[in-house]
Each structure stands twice: as structure tokens, then as C-alpha cells.
């Protein structure tokens, strides 16, 4: 098991969610009521947001709608935003709320048969424990995806910004609002209940 305080393969990437000057502008602008300011941060993250909402809840119609609706929440409540903060980690809070919501609704039936055909997301990654890597074997796909649909909400999210969105620690750290640290022992115990989920399961097969 790897000591989650010394985990390798951490992205040192630059940080995915700076604010720069353009979405500073469009953002103040938004607060006056600008819908055109607002198709900047929509063009911006709209994919992000596709995707993360994919992840949780593992329909692309359903993820589509979600997403969708979290902009329409966004723009209605610009007024909220405090433009230092970034529009992304407050954007993330609307869409992961209208996602468990969602899933809260329809009770989990179809939350463990996540759609990930075609997702350009998925691609491996160097950490200790790798879903998306296992996933690539197309005789555990389903198997992986139900074990991650098993998760806890605050497991889940991490597994899906991390593998399926390729975050970096620092860009989880803002839009979870929490410290590195958080994110990295969450991140370990998620990866630590996946494999106890996929072992106990190749278990009762074998």
C-alpha cells in the first residue's frame, strides 16, 4: 500500500483553473447581467463540466441536461460570485449539487453504469492505483465502473476529477475547498476502497 503522504506521480502541472484577465472581465460583466460575457466561461468549461457530470451520474443525456443546468444556475446567481475566487471551484459546487441531487432522486438504480465509450478523459495515469488504467481491459470495465458507482460521494468525486479529468492536486484542492493534503488521503482511500471492492468481487468469481 502506498503512504498516501508520499505518493508518486502527483501532477506538477501548471494550474488548470487560473484565473486569468479575460475570465476576470467576463466575470464582472456576468454580474451586470451580460449573457454574451457569459458565453465566455460556458465556451471555457463547458467540456469540463460535461464530463464531470458523466462521471457522477453515467448517462451522457442525463450529463448533458445536468451540465447544462448548472450554467443556466451559474449565470442566475453571478451576482454571489466573488470574481477573486474563479468562476470554476464555485461553478463546480452548483454542478456537483445538481448531480447528487439527481442521483439522490432516482436512488442510485442507475448510477452504477457509468457510459465512458468514447471518453477522451479516460486515459491512464501514473498514480499507485489506476481505475481507469484496469478499466482499459474491456473484461473489467463494468466491473470498475460499479465499483466506483459503490463509492461515497466524496470518494467518487475525487476518483473522477483525478482519473477522469486529470486534475492536479492543487486544482482539486480549490474546487473541493480544501487543503492538498485532504485531497491526496481522500484520493488514497478511494483507491484503497476500489481495490478491496474489485478484489472481494474477483474473489466470489474465482
Known amino acids: 500500500v502506498v503512504d498516501p503522504n508520499n505518493e508518486p506521480g502527483i501532477n506538477l502541472e501548471p494550474e488548470r483553473f487560473k484565473v486569468d484577465q479575460e475570465e476576470l472581465e467576463a466575470m464582472e460583466m456576468c454580474r451586470r447581467g451580460s449573457s454574451k460575457s457569459f458565453e465566455i466561461l460556458v465556451n471555457k468549461y463547458m467540456k469540463d463540466a460535461y464530463y464531470i457530470a458523466l462521471g457522477f451520474v453515467g448517462n451522457r443525456e442525463d450529463a448533458q441536461d445536468l451540465s447544462q443546468e448548472a450554467f443556466v444556475r451559474a449565470f442566475r446567481n453571478m451576482k454571489k460570485i466573488r470574481p477573486d475566487c474563479g468562476f470554476f471551484p464555485w461553478f463546480y459546487q452548483i454542478l456537483k449539487n445538481l448531480c447528487i441531487s439527481h442521483l439522490r432522486k432516482r436512488k442510485y438504480r442507475n448510477a452504477t453504469s457509468l457510459d465512458v465509450e468514447g471518453c477522451p478523459e479516460a486515459e491512464a495515469q501514473n ?15 463494468d466491473k470498475v465502473w460499479q465499483a466506483i458507482g459503490k463509492l461515497d460521494e466524496k470518494h467518487r468525486e475525487v476518483i473522477v476529477l483525478r482519473h477522469f479529468q486529470n486534475m492536479s492536486y492543487e486544482d482539486m ?14 484520493l488514497y482511500y478511494a483507491r484503497k476502497q476500489l481495490e478491496e471492492i474489485l478484489s472481494t468481487r474477483q474473489s466470489s468469481i474465482s
Open 173 to 186: 484542492a480549490k474546487v473541493l475547498f480544501c487543503n492538498k493534503g485532504t485531497v491526496t488521503s481522500r
Open 127 to 141: 498514480d499507485c492505483f489506476s481505475p481507469d488504467e484496469v478499466a482499459e481491459r474491456s473484461e473489467m470495465k
